[in-house]
């Protein structure tokens, strides 16, 4: 590198990016510094303009890009980056385009939601894991490669394993010995299909904008992030309390995001003990609430036999623990404030 005059490499990615990412840049041994986390517009999809801003500050500074990493499917909201875009931009300055696609992959299994991923194609490699959306068992995270070749880069060997010419992938991953995953992948591609999977993508989605609608429609929620995938985000606020939060400035809003938070986090543990039904919880910065983390329920619909009678009780068990004592009081510190 420093023949090069090069001082380091980064990875680029949204501030969106799955945990994992720091994990590999640990790896790597690159320093947790050149993982570049670029900002994201709105709606958690990273922002060219910030990422064109941390490109020139790498150069400045003589730090290549490594690699330039878009996302289709955020793991918290199910957004996609502008796959096309960033295909663009990594060629434009020369760098390896990765998209990791562990979340939304099998979206290319549907004739209709495909055209999500337009400029997946154009990837270097790609990430997907079976274990969410080809509804295999735990543990079949997957990286395919354009060019097949690119996966000598790293190669090793033993004499009493792995000699030269074998087939075994253990020559090029991290671990050595590892179970026969791929037959998992294999059957599930066998017997589910493509057809079975694009059925099982597009039920997915179609439940997701149903929940967002029942959402939209109820009095007591608030739809925080819209299914562009099959995961969507909201919260307990009610319709009275949304319209007069609208009304007030940001430092008055700062006063009772973080008592509904607390409401949001009471409700989905009281939800989860009691075992009738679940969603899960994450903390998100919102196209509604830019300026602050919020807490909210987060619903992934990727169980064909979910109905509507499910969705329908999944919110009156919510509206039922919001009733309980601990909540109500919760509420009515926010009945103080808005009075
Ligand atoms: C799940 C996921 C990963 C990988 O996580 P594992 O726990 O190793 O499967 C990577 N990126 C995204 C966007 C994910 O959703």
């Known amino acids: 590198m420093q023949h090069l005059n090069c001082n380091g490499l980064a990875i680029l990615v949204s501030r ?13 041994g690159l320093g947790r510094n050149n993982l570049i986390l670029v900002d994201t517009d709105v709606d958690s999809r990273i922002d060219m303009q910030s990422l064109r801003a941390e490109y020139v500050k790498l150069c400045e500074q003589n730090i290549r890009p490594l690699a330039l990493v ?38 290319l299994f549907s004739d209709t939601h495909s055209h999500l991923l337009k400029g997946i194609e154009r990837a270097d490699s790609v990430t997907i894991d079976a274990h969410k959306q080809l509804y295999v068992p735990m543990g079949a995270g997957m990286v395919l490669f354009k060019d097949p070749n690119a996966l000598s880069a790293i190669e090793h060997h033993a004499n009493y394993i792995l000699r030269h010419g074998s087939k075994d992938l253990g020559s090029h991953t991290l671990e050595g010995s590892r179970p026969g995953m791929a037959m998992l992948v294999h059957a599930g591609l066998s017997i589910i299909g493509r057809k079975g999977y694009e059925l099982l993508i597009d039920l997915g989605i179609e439940r997701a904008r149903q929940f967002a609608d029942m959402i939209n429609r109820h009095q007591n929620f608030e739809l925080i992030t819209a299914p562009e995938l099959n995961i969507l985000t909201y919260r307990y606020n009610p319709d009275w309390l949304q319209k007069i939060m609208a009304q007030l400035d940001s430092e ?36 509604l609430y830019p300026d602050i983390q919020i807490s909210v329920f987060r619903s992934v619909l990727a169980n064909p036999l979910t109905t509507e009678e499910i969705l329908a009780a999944v919110l009156e068990e919510q509206c039922a623990i919001v009733k309980e004592t601990e909540v109500q009081n919760l509420m009515q510190e926010i009945k103080q404030i808005t009075a």
């Open 70 to 107: 878009g996302i289709a499917g955020t793991t918290e909201t199910g957004h996609i980056d502008p796959l096309e875009e960033l295909a663009d931009f990594a060629a434009e300055i020369g760098c390896h385009f990765h998209v990791d696609a562990a979340w939304g992959g099998p979206t």
């Open 252 to 287: 008055q809003r700062q006063k009772i995001n973080p008592l509904l938070d607390l409401i949001t986090q009471e409700v989905q543990k009281r939800q989860r003990e009691a075992g009738k039904t679940f969603v899960s919880r994450t903390r998100l910065y919102s196209a």
């Open 16 to 28: 969106r990016a799955h945990y994992s990412m720091g994990k590999a840049i640990d790896l790597l």
